[in-house]
């Protein structure tokens, strides 16, 4: 049994390649990457040559060199001319799932580096789902944007947002408060988010920009997340809707308090 064999074993990978549209390269990727997510290969450890890979794969070597590419292009592998390829010490990308602050910035200590960039707004009319999300009337202009949060400069989720045209003006024509929209609301429209309802759910990516903003092939696995923002006064605030990548790893935290009966009830 050679060495890649027994990484394979240890990961307990199935290793085999299927007849799909996905590209073969992206189906030796996931295989690789496994070795890596289940720690068989460490940080700072030699990762197997292209040539075992092509060899124990029966695919060509062309293809094991995209498919290795492919990890160091997401920064799982590092490459040194002349000495090898091994694997990186990657970050954990870690934050805060249905935390009491709602605002993406704060879901990160303070020395874990975090940006976000618009890459596209407009105003439509709101669909029957969107005006009752928003409890605005059918075909009301609604301002739609689209924004990528970076983690360690990594594309980590795609955020589609919406919200009432006419309640909230002018509101991409400025830089967002603290780079948080929910901030914003607070600052600028005196529109502070005080709860929101969330829904978690498996997804393939489908749209191919989304695709594309989050290095990933399309119908690659993320987590959708969609649901409704509110004010005190259970106003709904903004329509949202998250592509979160592969990899990233959602946290909730759950208070205890103690009831009447001195029992202990769980507070979410």
């Keep these: 049994m050679n060495n890649l064999e027994q990484l394979l074993n240890r990961a307990e990978v199935q290793p085999h390649l299927f007849e799909s549209p996905v590209p073969l390269y992206h189906q030796l990727s996931r295989v690789l990457l496994k070795l890596i997510q289940d720690k068989a290969v460490q940080p700072g450890d030699r990762f197997p040559t292209e040539e075992a890979i092509a060899e124990h794969f ?9 498919a290795v590419q492919f990890l160091i292009d997401e920064g799982y592998l590092s490459r040194d001319k002349g000495v090898g390829t091994y694997v990186k010490e990657k970050p954990v990308v870690e934050f805060t799932f249905l935390f009491d602050s709602l605002s993406f910035a704060d879901q990160f200590p303070p020395e874990v580096p975090i940006r976000t960039e618009i890459i596209w707004s ?14 605005v009337e059918h075909e009301a202009p609604t301002l739609l944007m689209r924004r990528l949060r970076f983690v360690y400069d990594q594309p980590l989720m795609v955020c589609d947002s919406q919200v009432s045209a006419e309640r909230f003006p002018d509101l991409t024509k400025r830089k967002f408060f ?39 092939q399309p119908f690659s696995p993320v987590l959708m997340i969609t649901g409704v923002s509110f004010t005190r006064d259970n106003s709904p605030v903004d329509y949202l809707r998250t592509f979160l990548r592969e990899g990233s790893v959602l946290k909730t935290t759950v208070r205890r308090r103690e009831g009447k009966d001195g029992s202990l009830r769980g507070k979410s």
Excluded at 122 to 135: G, M, Q, S
């Design 58 to 66: 029966k695919v060509s070597r062309p293809t094991a060199n995209k």
């Design 122 to 135: 407009k105003v439509i009319p709101a669909t029957k789902t969107a005006a009752k999300a928003l409890n």
């Design 178 to 216: 603290r780079e948080s929209l929910y901030a914003t609301l607070a600052e600028r429209y005196d529109c502070p988010i005080l709860y929101s309802e969330r829904y978690a759910v498996a997804y393939e990516v489908t749209e191919q920009e989304v695709a594309e903003l989050l290095h990933i």
